[in-house]
């Protein structure tokens, strides 16, 4: 069963580049055809999805986030980073990553979540 486990800072300055690593146990993440996502809440608010690397590394932003978001994988500890830049305070949240198995946002296996806290 494969198992996914977020890492990274809890708290960002503004206007820093907030970067979170995702580590993937039980699986490889260059198995056809899953699809490695990041997904956010806000306090209050619903869940985000904010972009995706897929088993063949391709690349998929949400188009709101596209321009500040980039996401990378690194096949030999079998995980994947997100990293978003120019953040306010409207980007804290609790971030996820996930497996999609199909790339239709069908979310099999998630990290527990993160708490990132975006305040100088």
């Known amino acids: 069963q494969v198992q996914l486990q977020e890492s990274g800072p809890g708290l960002v300055k503004p206007s820093q580049t907030l970067s979170l690593t995702c580590t993937v146990s039980?699986?490889?993440?260059?198995?056809?055809?899953?699809?490695w996502s990041w997904i956010r809440q806000p306090p209050g608010k619903g869940l985000e999805w904010m972009g995706a690397?897929?088993?063949?590394?391709?690349?998929y932003y949400s188009p709101s986030l596209k321009r500040r978001t980039s996401i990378s994988r690194d096949t030999s500890k079998n995980q994947f980073t997100l990293q978003l830049s120019s953040v306010t305070p409207e980007a804290t949240a609790v971030y996820y990553c996930a497996r999609d198995d199909t790339g239709w946002a069908l979310f099999s296996s998630w990290g527990q979540g993160t708490q990132v806290t975006v305040s100088s």
């Open positions: 039980g699986g490889s993440i260059t198995t056809n055809y899953f699809y």
């Open positions: 690397i897929a088993y063949s590394c391709s690349t």
